[in-house]
């Protein structure tokens, strides 16, 4: 009963930036624990960032944290991905997924709606 459709992808050098964005239908976008996944080519998809319903509580696959940032705008049923100090091994489909659990979440299975994704390449 969700949709979810990503934005901001593209190509960018490495070291720079990139905002990507997920909209959410409906009006309970706040009930929603959201995370972002990735998948690079002959690879399977991996966590990468994930934020609580209020946005208090999030957490980050290790060799993102620090770079990537996570956030939600619930007014807007958003939620954004900062991406800095991008490097070429951060190329990969990125999905948005929103989970109906409590609390952040890491793990696929734990999530119930998904995005199309949108594909961020990283030049060296």
């Known amino acids: 009963q969700v949709q979810l459709v990503e934005s901001g992808g593209g190509l960018v050098q490495a070291g720079g930036s990139l905002r990507l964005s997920c909209a959410a239908s409906?009006?309970?976008?706040?009930?929603?624990?959201m995370g972002w996944f990735r998948q690079a080519s002959g690879k399977e998809r991996e966590f990468v960032a994930t934020?609580?319903?209020?946005?208090?509580?999030?957490d980050y696959e290790g060799s993102v944290k620090g770079r990537f940032t996570i956030s939600r705008d619930n007014a807007k049923n958003t939620v954004y991905r900062q991406m800095n100090s991008l490097k070429p091994e951060d190329t990969a489909i990125y999905y948005c997924?929103?989970?109906?659990?409590?609390?952040?979440?890491?793990?696929?299975?734990?999530?119930?709606?998904w995005g199309q994704g949108t594909l961020v390449t990283v030049s060296s």
């Open positions: 409906g009006r309970t976008f706040s009930t929603y624990v």
């Open positions: 934020i609580s319903q209020r946005g208090r509580n999030t």
């Open positions: 997924a929103a989970s109906l659990r409590i609390g952040v979440r890491t793990e696929g299975y734990e999530y119930d709606y």
